[in-house]
């Protein structure tokens, strides 16, 4: 069972940026593909980046450019790096894991605010 905390939301100017981090325990993180979701409030869950075991990322058209994903396997960390933020980015955002064999894990997710 694989647990996953997040962290780094808060609110923001628009222009601004924010760190988010997810923390994963109770796996092989290494196994683990990882992503990033978002959900505003009235609206579904979004993909908003992602990165595979081999480090390879990929992005929402909405945010390309602006975000960046990382993974540090050694930390059993994934990290959401948003620039340029902007009032649509507002949303509660959460952390996703996956292997190639088991169902999704979940965060419980952090609010991101961005005000204009």
């Known amino acids: 069972q694989v647990q996953l905390v997040e962290s780094g939301g808060g609110l923001v100017q628009a222009g601004g940026s924010l760190r988010l981090s997810c923390t994963a325990s109770?796996?092989?993180?290494?196994?683990?593909?990882m992503a990033w979701y978002r959900q505003a409030p009235g609206k579904e869950r979004d993909l908003v980046a992602s990165i595979s075991t081999g480090g390879r990322t990929d992005y929402a058209d909405s945010v390309k450019g602006r975000f960046t994903i990382s993974r540090d396997n050694a930390k059993n960390a994934v990290f959401l790096q948003m620039n340029s933020l902007k009032p649509e980015d507002t949303a509660v955002y959460y952390c996703y894991a996956k292997t190639l064999t088991s169902f999704p894990y979940w965060g419980q997710g952090t609010q991101v605010t961005v005000s204009s």
């Open positions: 109770g796996g092989f993180f290494s196994f683990l593909a």
